[in-house]
């Protein structure tokens, strides 16, 4: 009876204790809570500090549309904040990174700012667009999906990891990431609610851009019959700010443009340095007269947006480093930071 008793009370107690681990197990095993905004002092799970610094995250960010990790520069709020800016970077954007950080110097500019920095790297040549075919050209066979990522599946981890929220956010982009920001910002209404485009080309149907594009995007290794299609296509309307001026009003707009005279002139010492920039000189020219033309289209429609233009600079990163930084206050004013 003895030992019959004490065995019944050892059952009990293992009974007791294994309940309790079930419970542990069992919130253990839930969807794992949403990172607190801000904390920027503490590294992600599949991250690594960046050596520019400010805060920044590297981040490897895996995409099941595309079948491999974006890296992502990451900075968190500095204060708790749950709102971003995403920036978008240009045709030659590098493999790993994003030059929004060494050249752009956003986590800089954003020193001790309450908005979180959301930096997708590798997006070179993409539009930042879904593909519409593999791309088979220099850099394929592989798969562009960058809108289906950009606003399916990293707004999930973002808010998992960083606590991001998934709505009420910021864009913005530079030359083929200009047309992109505003693109995802009228197609994605309650993830962005103001985009900024920076020296881009804001119409991208119009005569002899299909061709510019096709050929930018050879000289990269890319085909944009593989991105959009044949001229004129559904895809190519879709995502042409121009032909779709209506469905940006409501966001908050800046659009900025050089005129492509570069800032040495401002000093004839450094007018040496000029001839080397002429590609830059070209391009930003090109982008003003493509904004100016914007310009017009958004006032006859009836769009409110912000029109800058600057009396000099050329398509290069101290241009967009000085828009960004221009800019600060509105960002953090349009996202209450």
Request: net charge neutral.
């Given at each position: 009876m003895k030992i019959t008793s004490t065995f019944r009370g050892w059952r009990r107690k293992v009974a007791a204790v294994a309940s309790a681990v079930a419970v542990a197990a069992s919130a253990l095993t839930m969807a794992p809570a949403a990172s607190a905004a801000g904390d920027r002092g503490s590294l992600r799970p599949g991250c690594e500090w960046d050596s520019y610094q400010y805060f920044t995250q590297k981040c490897q960010v895996y995409s099941p549309a595309m079948d491999r990790d974006i890296p992502v520069q990451i900075v968190a709020s500095a204060n708790g904040g749950n709102k971003a800016l995403y920036l978008l970077d240009g045709l030659r954007s590098p493999a790993d990174a994003s030059d929004w950080v060494e050249y752009g110097n956003a986590p800089r500019t954003f020193e001790g700012s309450n908005v979180n920095l959301v930096i997708p790297g590798g997006g070179g040549g993409s539009f930042y667009t879904d593909w519409k075919r593999p791309s088979v050209s220099l850099h394929g066979p592989f798969v562009n999906m960058w809108e289906t990522f950009l606003t399916q599946e990293l707004p999930v981890y973002?808010?998992?990891?960083?606590?991001?929220?998934?709505?009420?956010?910021?864009?913005?982009?530079?030359?083929?990431?200009?047309s992109a920001a505003l693109s995802l910002a009228y197609n994605h209404r309650d993830q962005f609610g103001q985009a900024l485009a920076f020296s881009g080309y804001l119409h991208t149907t119009a005569p002899g851009m299909t061709t510019a594009i096709e050929a930018a995007q050879l000289s990269a290794g890319y085909s944009s019959f593989d991105m959009w299609g044949a001229p004129m296509s559904a895809e190519r309307v879709r995502n042409d700010p121009y032909l779709n001026v209506e469905k940006m009003k409501g966001l908050d707009l800046v659009i900025t443009s050089a005129n492509g005279v570069p800032d040495e002139v401002r000093d004839p010492k450094n007018l040496y340095r000029v001839v080397p920039k002429a590609g830059g000189v070209a391009l930003?020219?090109?982008?003003?007269?493509?904004?100016?033309?914007?310009?017009?289209?958004?006032?006859?429609?009836?769009?409110?947006?912000?029109?800058e233009y600057e009396p000099t600079g050329i398509h290069d990163w101290p241009t967009w480093d000085r828009n960004l930084q221009n800019s600060k206050a509105r960002i953090e004013g349009f996202l209450g930071a």
């Amino acid at each position: 009876m003895k030992i019959t008793s004490t065995f019944r009370g050892w059952r009990r107690k293992v009974a007791a204790v294994a309940s309790a681990v079930a419970v542990a197990a069992s919130a253990l095993t839930m969807a794992p809570a949403a990172s607190a905004a801000g904390d920027r002092g503490s590294l992600r799970p599949g991250c690594e500090w960046d050596s520019y610094q400010y805060f920044t995250q590297k981040c490897q960010v895996y995409s099941p549309a595309m079948d491999r990790d974006i890296p992502v520069q990451i900075v968190a709020s500095a204060n708790g904040g749950n709102k971003a800016l995403y920036l978008l970077d240009g045709l030659r954007s590098p493999a790993d990174a994003s030059d929004w950080v060494e050249y752009g110097n956003a986590p800089r500019t954003f020193e001790g700012s309450n908005v979180n920095l959301v930096i997708p790297g590798g997006g070179g040549g993409s539009f930042y667009t879904d593909w519409k075919r593999p791309s088979v050209s220099l850099h394929g066979p592989f798969v562009n999906m960058w809108e289906t990522f950009l606003t399916q599946e990293l707004p999930v981890y973002l808010e998992r990891e960083f606590g991001i929220s998934r709505t009420g956010n910021s864009i913005a982009g530079l030359s083929m990431g200009a047309s992109a920001a505003l693109s995802l910002a009228y197609n994605h209404r309650d993830q962005f609610g103001q985009a900024l485009a920076f020296s881009g080309y804001l119409h991208t149907t119009a005569p002899g851009m299909t061709t510019a594009i096709e050929a930018a995007q050879l000289s990269a290794g890319y085909s944009s019959f593989d991105m959009w299609g044949a001229p004129m296509s559904a895809e190519r309307v879709r995502n042409d700010p121009y032909l779709n001026v209506e469905k940006m009003k409501g966001l908050d707009l800046v659009i900025t443009s050089a005129n492509g005279v570069p800032d040495e002139v401002r000093d004839p010492k450094n007018l040496y340095r000029v001839v080397p920039k002429a590609g830059g000189v070209a391009l930003e020219s090109l982008s003003r007269l493509s904004t100016r033309e914007f310009e017009l289209r958004a006032r006859t429609s009836g769009l409110d947006a912000t029109f800058e233009y600057e009396p000099t600079g050329i398509h290069d990163w101290p241009t967009w480093d000085r828009n960004l930084q221009n800019s600060k206050a509105r960002i953090e004013g349009f996202l209450g930071a």
